[in-house]
């Protein structure tokens, strides 16, 4: 059996090794892939964006089954495109990935169906955001409408920068077309949770929580990230919390998609806050979040390929998905200067010992030498039957990585085990 992942990052990365368990599956290619995959896939030179090659490559090289990772792909219609050639795909199509692709969409979602979340205006002109900005509580957020790799959401502490932000998005475009409109939010305090979820549209099954450490910086300074760790599970998340998130979130964000003739198939990512309040969504992503993922997967004990078919045929509910007991933790190397400026080019040495355990991001081939070739470089995640346990082995894996530059947080999980002593 043929496998294709679309995508080149460190959770395309875990999700190639946890497809490798199934032993039907005789090649896997990644488009594109990066250097650092080379041992697990076969790297095909195709950017993830490229749909048109993407299904040339697909309908030549006998595809059996596609898995398309990574938001951008999905928003512009590549399962739509794929399933138009007969090809099955994991991943939601045009229309459900909306969810992702516009935030002006989700908000107005779920103002309608009644999910909770926070508070919210839309703006299309400049001058009308700036004027509501005169009396908006402070703080306050600001998010574009589109997608925006990940970073288009600021949150301004002081009236001035509400108004920068929404000038550099509006005005400046520093998101491209992403800041034609956008979202004025209320500021939501409490706990941040991610929670994955395999979806058929009417089945969801939550995988198990996780806990994302976005700052660069220890102790939760610096600038936001594309994510420097993550732990799982994430203990401010209750079996009681999960209750209510289920019968107010989740389960009501798939009948609202239904509703909306938007049936979402694939990976559903609930992206929480506990407030005093209760739970409210602070954003949906319609893909496996990153660097979740790297922590999620590796404790996902069923068939991964198994599970991603029934989320695309409709029967998730006659399939076993079950997590092993335990925790993960992953300690994210990113070169030094992420995410503003940082060299990259520099050897990477990944000892035999610890490749298992490790999800490459930023890596390219030059021959046979592999070097860094991006912000975060890698992740590192180790398992273990207590969180304390996987923390201490993820950062002991962490001495067996080595490349020049290296800079990685010294306390991911730190928040989590104050929780759980």
């Known amino acids: 059996m043929k496998i294709m992942v679309v995508g080149g990052g460190g959770r395309e990365h875990a999700i190639i090794k946890k497809l490798k368990e199934n032993k039907e599956i005789t090649e896997i290619f990644a488009l594109p892939g990066n250097g650092g995959m080379a041992k697990d896939a076969t790297l095909v030179n195709i950017g993830a964006k490229d749909i048109p090659a993407i299904v040339d490559f697909a309908k030549n090289n006998d595809i059996d089954y596609a898995v398309v990772a990574p938001d951008d792909p999905l928003v512009l219609g590549c399962v739509d495109a794929l399933n138009e050639i007969g090809i099955d795909c994991f991943g939601p199509n045009k229309a459900a990935a909306i969810i992702e692709g516009s935030k002006v969409f989700s908000k107005n979602l779920m103002k309608k169906y009644n999910i909770p979340t926070a508070e919210y205006e839309v703006f299309t002109d400049l001058e009308s955001a700036l004027s509501y900005l005169e009396t908006a509580p402070i703080p306050t957020v600001i998010k574009a409408d589109g997608l925006a790799l ?50 058929d549209g009417k089945t969801v099954v939550p995988m198990v929580s996780s806990m994302d450490h976005k700052r660069a910086l220890d102790g939760d300074n610096g600038l936001n990230t594309g994510g420097m760790g993550t732990i799982a599970p994430n203990p401010y998340y209750t079996d009681e919390i999960a209750k209510e998130c289920m019968e107010k979130i989740f389960i009501p964000t798939i009948n609202a998609m239904n509703s909306e003739n938007r049936t979402f198939k694939g990976c559903l990512y609930f992206g929480l806050m506990l407030t005093p309040k209760g739970p409210k969504v602070i954003e949906y992503n319609c893909r496996f979040g990153d660097p979740e993922t790297q922590v999620v997967l590796p404790l996902l004990e069923s068939d991964l390929l198994t599970i991603m078919k029934a989320t695309t045929n409709g029967t998730l509910k006659d399939c076993e998905v079950k997590f092993k007991d335990g925790a993960a933790a992953c300690v994210v190397m990113a070169s030094n200067g992420y995410p503003q400026k940082y060299e990259s080019g520099f050897t990477l040495n990944i000892e035999e010992s610890v490749a298992d355990s490790v999800y490459v991001a930023g890596a390219k081939l030059d021959g046979d030498t592999l070097k860094t070739a991006g912000g975060r470089v890698l992740g590192v995640t180790a398992t273990a039957n207590n969180l304390e346990d996987a923390i201490n082995l993820a950062y002991d894996k962490v001495n067996y990585v080595h490349f020049d530059n290296a800079y990685y947080r010294k306390d991911i999980g730190k928040k989590a085990m104050e929780v759980l002593k």
């Open 150 to 199: 990940g970073k288009g959401v600021i949150i301004a502490e002081t009236r001035e920068d509400a108004k920068n932000a929404v000038k550099s998005m509006m005005e400046d475009k520093i998101f491209g077309d992403s800041g034609s409109q956008v979202v004025i939010e209320e500021f939501l305090t409490g706990p941040e949770v991610s929670v994955l979820s395999f979806t």
